[in-house]
């Protein structure tokens, strides 16, 4: 049956085996094609045919409907009676057809491993769930769909440079990244690491500090542990703080060339990884140094592919630490002739209720262009209970806001 539409197109019942619909809503997802489009072509491959193709199983086919150019349908209907095949057949073979034609494009991975420094020095803001998060976004199935978007408040500040409130987000259904992630807990506080569900490493056995230090007891990749969670396969692997980390400034000290020693140390793992996130302390010393020297820009890199992510809160402490962060980074591109990206701010622990000091913060770091905020993560029960848990959010509650908003990180940094 069909039911005329104001446009050019009209709709069109039928029916189409469940694992055909959802095959086709991702790989319509993947490729950046509207479902109805892609039925509208493999309705017309399949009319072009010189013989039938091979009988498809439709035992089960659930109620589908989609909009179609006028009389395609009626043209369709008319093919299958011609070939004596049933309608219901007909469209299975069609939108077969349409995705052996249109295979799943391959992943996106970036050309030169990309290298996230998470950071500001003020404690509390929220670096390791950004981090965390931001990681487990990156590292989602390909094969999948997922809740993305972003609440219509901070759509509409984006555009408008302004905006004072979060509300229910706007989302869609989109394919994971698929990318091969791995975290670095780089504070020695090691909260990245309980909050994932392993264990701090041991103060006498090896560690990234010694690996700095210069004094290794073995290999990097051999600390490096998974995080697991179905959706994101064997991609996101965990590289577990250690409290010798809390020593790091005073062995960097007598470190030739420290500036360059995380960088030293994680280079043997870059080629394993599409993304490296560094989840930086609350710190001003030398191992900040080394986290901005490790993700600047290299010779030949594209411009914000790697760089540092800043993690605020809506409030003054942020803003006045944001300053001290900001003028650091500054030094070091000046001093030691580099290019760091500023791959944007990120506001997190939102909430509007908390009244004034929230939303004019809100607004004040809408309204710095560059660098541009980037994500607007609410203050939800989600997150807190995930760390309770020792799981990743996105496992824990992949539909929630906090989960829908991170996502939209990720796709705006990717």
């Known amino acids: 049956m ?21 095959e086709l809503k991702i790989r319509t997802a993947q490729r950046g094609i509207d479902i109805q489009h892609a039925v509208e072509e ?6 072009s045919l010189g013989s039938n193709l091979a009988t498809i199983d439709t035992t089960g086919a659930k109620s589908y409907s989609t909009w179609l150019p006028s009389g395609q349908w009626d ?12 309608l219901v ?17 391959g992943v996106q991975r970036p050309v030169l491993v990309k290298r996230l420094i998470v950071c500001n020095q003020k404690g509390g803001v929220g670096k390791t769930a950004v981090t965390a998060g931001t990681g487990q976004a990156f590292a989602e199935d390909a094969d999948q769909l997922f809740a993305v978007g972003v609440s219509k408040h901070f759509a509409q ?42 264990e701090l490493l041991s103060h006498d056995g090896d560690s990234l500090t010694n690996h700095m230090a210069g004094t290794a007891q073995g290999k990097l990749s051999d600390l490096v542990v998974a995080v697991d969670g179905e959706r994101f396969g064997d991609r996101l692997h965990l590289l577990p703080a250690c409290t010798d980390a809390f020593l790091l ?61 800043v993690v605020v809160q809506a409030e003054d402490s942020s803003a006045d630490a944001y300053g001290l962060l900001t003028s650091q980074i500054d030094d070091l591109r000046a001093d030691m002739a580099i290019d760091l990206d500023y791959l944007g701010i990120v506001i997190n622990h939102y909430d509007a209720r908390r009244g004034f ?26 997150q807190k209970e995930a760390v309770r848990m020792k799981q990743p959010l996105l496992d824990y509650a992949p539909r929630c806001q906090q989960s829908v908003a991170i996502r939209a990180l990720a796709r705006e940094i990717a």
């Not at 069909?2 to 959802?22: F, N």
């Not at 493999?42 to 009319?47: D, L, N, T, V």
């Not at 009676?81 to 049933?86: D, E, I, L, T």
């Not at 500040?157 to 905006?163: D, H, I, L, S, V």
């Open 2 to 22: 069909t039911s005329p539409t104001s446009g050019d197109r009209e709709k069109i019942v039928s029916k189409l085996p469940g694992s055909l619909q959802q």
């Open 42 to 47: 493999g309705i017309q491959a399949w009319s």
């Open 75 to 86: 043209r369709f209907r008319t093919d299958c009676a011609s070939r004596g095949v049933p």
């Open 89 to 105: 057949q007909g469209l299975a073979q069609s939108v077969s057809l349409w995705l052996d034609t249109n295979p799943a494009p």
């Open 157 to 198: 500040a984006r555009a408008e440079g302004g905006g004072a409130a979060i509300d229910e987000p706007i989302h869609e259904q989109l394919p994971g990244l698929g990318l091969r992630v791995l975290l670095v807990d780089y504070d020695p506080q090691g909260h990245l690491t309980r909050q994932l569900g392993h």
């Open 249 to 309: 400034d005073v062995k960097l000290s007598g470190v030739r060339a420290r500036e360059a020693a995380l960088e030293r140390a994680l280079t043997p793992l870059e080629d394993e990884y599409d993304a490296i996130l560094i989840d930086c302390p609350p710190s001003l010393g030398l191992s900040m140094d080394t986290a901005v020297y490790y993700g600047r820009r290299r010779d030949g890199e594209a411009p914000g592919n790697s760089g540092a992510l």
């Open 357 to 382: 000091i929230a939303t004019s913060s809100l607004e004040s770091w809408m309204a710095i262009r560059d660098p541009r905020v980037v994500g607007l993560i609410g203050d939800l029960k989600e």
